[in-house]
């Protein structure tokens, strides 16, 4: 077996902690590269999210100090103004708490998609262009994968997380596939090489979300006691007459700095997987096809057969099950690359 196979061999073999040791050494040594792209769209994100819940948030303030009085009174002497109160501002709350996700989840995925096909060339070791991979993943497909996980995800986050969580473990993948030339459907694509993984997704999503919460643990003990704010100061940044944006991002920027810092943790960790699933897959293919192809030659040694038969007739595409009746270079159905050495 040729070197790269050895090394194909093994990369496809990787435990699971391995996969994420790979991952989080690829995020070390390439932070400060990926930093201000991930930073940017984030900082885009948060701008935008303030610009349009800045009145939201001025009518959330007002209606606060008459919830605080609804209260304190006695349940049987609530009225129907009381409950009116209440239910707009619960309706502005979850308005406020749908964009806050929607800005953050777009502007991630987004980012993810522009620079996903960098950060796995960057992976497997290929040498790419970061203008020229950004100009490549433009195309009509990024519009089904902000629709699909950008929009799908936010709106999954109201149903208790479960419509948000299925998603992610089934199309998750989807920021890599959708760019790749080899597939010409890269939604089934993204399924069929994140399937019987659903949880090591789900794994690597939620341990870089605790890795954030812990570093944003910490520095919160640390800053906090520089961020405080008054509560008539805060309240003022929102008030109509008094508006003042630049304190408001300011604020932002500080309060959610752990965000911004540790960015493009998942996008590494998931592109670590990614390799590891998809290699897995293909190495599993291609030894399997040599498997037929010795199994094949043996008989035909022992039965003395000379007649010429065609050694990979009647196929199966391993990503997604399709017959083929002779090998070609791509899956008619699901355009994975089938090409292998013999």
Not at 74 to 93: H, R, V
Not at 282 to 291: A, G, L, V
Not at 306 to 316: Q, R, S
């Amino acid at each position: 077996m040729s070197e790269d196979y050895q090394n194909l061999e093994r990369f496809a073999n990787k435990r699971f902690s391995e996969v994420l040791s790979a991952g989080f050494s690829f995020f070390g040594k390439n932070w400060a590269k990926l930093l201000l792209p991930f930073v940017s769209f984030l900082l885009i994100s948060m701008i935008l999210k303030n610009l349009l819940i800045a009145d939201l948030n001025w009518q959330s303030i007002i209606l606060t100090s008459e919830l605080n009085l609804i209260l304190q009174k006695d349940p049987a002497e609530i009225t129907e103004l009381d409950l009116s109160i209440m239910i707009e501002y619960l309706s502005i709350s979850y308005i406020i708490l749908f964009l806050d996700g929607l800005m953050r989840t777009l502007f991630g995925v987004f980012s993810m998609c522009l620079f996903g096909s960098y950060v796995y060339k960057k992976f497997i070791g290929v040498s790419p262009n970061f203008f020229t991979e950004i100009k490549e993943t433009f195309n009509g497909k990024l519009i089904i994968v902000l629709l699909l996980l950008g929009l799908g995800v936010s709106l999954g986050a109201f149903l208790i997380y479960i419509p948000s969580i299925i998603i992610l473990g089934f199309y998750s993948f989807l920021i890599f596939t959708y760019s790749s030339r080899n597939t010409e459907n890269p939604v089934k694509s993204a399924r069929n090489i994140a399937r019987g993984s659903f949880w090591k997704i789900i794994a690597v999503f939620f341990i870089s979300n605790l890795v954030i919460w812990g570093a944003g643990l910490v520095y919160h003990l640390i800053i906090d006691n520089f961020l405080i704010v008054s509560q008539n100061t805060y309240n003022s940044w929102f008030n109509p007459t008094t508006r003042n944006f630049g304190m408001i991002f300011l604020y932002n920027f500080f309060n959610e700095l752990m965000d911004y810092v540790f960015s493009p943790l998942f996008v590494s960790l998931l592109c670590s997987l990614y390799v590891h699933l998809s290699v897995g897959k293909k190495y599993s293919y291609d030894i399997s096809q040599r498997n037929m192809l010795y199994s094949y030659e043996k008989q035909s040694s022992e039965s003395h057969d000379i007649i010429d038969k065609p050694v990979m007739k009647g196929l199966y595409c391993p990503f997604c099950g399709t017959y083929m009746s002779q090998r070609k270079q791509y899956c008619p159905n699901c355009g994975e690359k089938l090409n292998f050495e013999m």
